[in-house]
């Protein structure tokens, strides 16, 4: 059981990994609630330029991936599930702040891995 377990850890290491290109309606910050019992996804616009780098729209600055970035977010989605943020985001929104299937399929997975941390007490750190 053990060795299947670090070999599921390795491929999605190795996959996390991997290129992706940035979705031009913008990214999330996922973040829990304990209190609340929530799961949180800031929305925040960007631009992506000739690089494919993401540009903050109001400064016209590359947004670095790593690290503290002070950014106003343009919307909060809540739920208590990742179905219920899921439903709020893709079927509720108009028009929708996810243009690209892969960035849908990604956030369908993070939610999932907050909802398990939520529920069981374990830390979530977004992927």
Do not use: W
């Amino acid at each position: 059981m053990d060795l299947i377990v670090k070999d599921l850890a390795a491929i999605d290491d190795r996959l996390s990994q991997r290129h992706i290109d940035l979705d031009p309606a913008g990214y999330f910050i996922i973040y829990l609630d304990r209190g609340e019992g929530l799961i949180h996804a800031k929305h925040f616009t960007n631009v992506i330029d000739e690089h494919g780098l993401a540009v903050d729209p109001e400064t016209g600055k590359v947004i670095p991936a790593r690290g503290k970035v002070e950014r106003t977010h343009s919307t909060v989605y809540s739920g208590r599930t990742a179905k219920e943020l899921s439903v709020k985001i893709f079927e509720q929104t108009h028009p929708c702040p996810v243009s690209q299937l892969d960035h849908a399929a990604y956030l369908g997975r993070e939610f999932v891995r907050a909802e398990v941390a939520l529920v069981t007490g374990q830390e979530y750190v977004q992927d």
